[in-house]
């Protein structure tokens, strides 16, 4: 099978923007789509502002973010990805909207290439299904921030041929990450694991348990994470995070990971964390 070398990212926020330098610092070619100007806008100028801070950084040469910057394309007409070998999905963690991307990228792309979707907890067997190469369909789980995070968490749905998982897993290697595998069911390792630690600090403080800078600080200090899971949530944002407990308890069949009611109060106040200023902690700048 060829290796990779044309990568089309699909959706141009925090996760595509992310998942589009490191490719494109890899040395591939790749093409950003959105369908909003302005959000391609906002990707291409995060990627400057990178890409400028790697070179002050000396983590690269000023050729190379030269190099990078002009392996990438911003574009809003969806014809453009038609040459990737490997589409990579990061809209909206939505299951319908995913099917209808999906369906598309289906009818668009010719049947060798692959289609990657960058979700953190839905079903891959259920987004292939919107598709008639489900064989092809896999599952490619980046971290926020993309550029910084390590991991990639792969998973195959029911049908993922296994020669699609090996080329996936090359890209990711490629790409500088480690590539780990994860079984299709709701929240893969990743978010089964760490949603309901973060739901479970939103109790603690909700009971009183203790005040979040102390909840944090307890689990920073005690068990060495880099920031405490009350910090993380408002960084990821509440509404993801409410969003994914209710994909594991419907997922896992399980009111036990419903979110939190004080999550869920949060976010209804629109307290969604770093994005909006406000979440547990206020982020609002003087
Ligand atoms: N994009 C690119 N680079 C970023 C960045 C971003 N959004 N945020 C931070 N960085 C870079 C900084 O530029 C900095 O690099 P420099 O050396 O060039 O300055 C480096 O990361 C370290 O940043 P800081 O010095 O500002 O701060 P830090 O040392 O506290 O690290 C952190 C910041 C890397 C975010 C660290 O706090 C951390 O690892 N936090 C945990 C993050 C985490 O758990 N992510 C997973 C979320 S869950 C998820 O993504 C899955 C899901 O499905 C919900």
């Known amino acids: 099978m060829p290796t990779i070398k044309n990568v089309g990212v699909i959706g141009s926020g925090q996760m595509g923007g992310g998942i589009a330098q490191v490719a494109a610092t890899a040395g591939l070619n790749t093409t950003v789509f959105d369908t909003s100007a302005d959000a391609i806008a906002r990707c291409q100028a995060t990627h400057d502002k990178l890409l400028a801070r790697a070179v002050e950084k000396e983590r690269m040469t000023a050729d190379e973010a030269k190099a990078t910057k002009a392996r990438l394309?911003?574009?809003?007409?969806?014809?453009?990805?038609?040459?990737?070998?490997?589409?990579i999905e990061a809209v909206v963690e939505d299951s319908a909207v995913k099917a209808k991307v999906f369906a598309a990228l289906d009818e668009l792309l010719t049947?060798?290439?692959i289609l990657?979707?960058?979700?953190?907890?839905i079903s891959i067997?259920?987004?292939?299904?919107?598709?008639?190469?489900?064989?092809?369909?896999?599952?490619?789980?980046?971290?926020?921030?993309?550029?910084?995070m390590k991991l990639v968490e792969v998973i195959n749905g029911l049908a993922t041929d296994k020669d699609v998982t090996q080329r996936v897993i090359d890209l990711a290697e490629s790409m500088g990450k480690t590539a780990l595998p994860a079984n299709d069911r709701a929240g893969f390792v990743s978010?089964?694991?760490?949603?309901?630690?973060?739901?479970?600090?939103?109790?603690?403080?909700?009971?009183?348990?203790?005040?979040p800078e102390h909840i944090d600080g307890?689990?920073?200090?005690?068990?060495?994470?880099?920031?405490?899971?009350?910090?993380l949530a408002d960084f990821i944002g509440l509404?993801?995070?409410?969003?994914?407990?209710?994909?594991?308890?419907?997922?896992?069949?399980?009111?036990r990971y419903r979110p939190c009611p004080l999550l869920r109060q949060l976010v209804t106040a629109g307290r969604?964390?770093?994005k909006t200023g406000r979440g547990v902690f206020d982020h609002a700048r003087a």
């Open 73 to 87: 394309s911003y574009v809003t007409d969806f014809n453009a990805l038609s040459g990737s070998d490997i589409a």
């Open 111 to 113: 049947a060798d290439q």
């Open 116 to 121: 990657a979707t960058n979700t953190s907890s």
């Open 125 to 148: 067997t259920e987004i292939a299904a919107a598709t008639k190469r489900p064989e092809r369909v896999i599952g490619m789980h980046f971290f926020y921030p993309v550029p910084v």
């Open 191 to 211: 978010n089964r694991v760490l949603m309901p630690m973060i739901n479970e600090a939103f109790y603690a403080w909700m009971e009183g348990v203790a005040q």
């Open 218 to 231: 307890i689990m920073k200090l005690g068990c060495n994470f880099p920031m405490g899971p009350l910090r």
């Open 239 to 255: 509404d993801t995070c409410a969003h994914i407990m209710d994909v594991l308890a419907e997922g896992l069949n399980n009111d």
């Open 272 to 274: 969604l964390g770093d």
